[in-house]
């Protein structure tokens, strides 16, 4: 069975959520979005926020997750962090973080904070 895109990347998001709860951390969003930009999954350990990016690849063979946030991405993810600071005038700590899923059941979830 083929699984589309989209539905992949759900069930790589849920994965990272469900790690993300397990560790410690409190969701509190996912997929949030504006017109402008969005963020795969927003979550609370403490009294820091953490803004995660998530990305699956369905074997190594096509490289790591890690390796899609380059330059431009981590541009765009911290303009997505400051509207979601704006947004909800969070003034508080806050850290963006990667997680790469793989694994045709994304059993593989490797989480990196990335600033």
């Known amino acids: 069975m083929i699984i589309k895109t989209t539905e992949q990347g759900q069930k790589a998001e849920l994965a990272v959520a469900e790690l993300l709860e397990q560790e410690g951390f409190d969701v509190i969003d996912r997929n949030w979005k504006t017109k402008v930009c969005e963020i795969d999954i927003v979550a609370q350990r403490?009294?820091?926020i953490y803004l995660v990016e998530v990305k699956y690849r369905s074997s190594q063979s096509q490289g790591s997750g890690f390796?899609?946030?380059?330059?431009?991405k981590l541009k765009r993810m911290k303009f997505a962090a400051e509207i979601w600071k704006q947004t909800f005038g969070w003034a508080g700590d806050y850290r963006l973080m990667a997680a790469a899923v793989s694994g045709p059941d994304c059993q593989d979830i490797e989480l990196v904070e990335i600033e």
């Open 46 to 48: 403490s009294k820091v």
């Open 67 to 72: 390796e899609y946030i380059a330059n431009q």
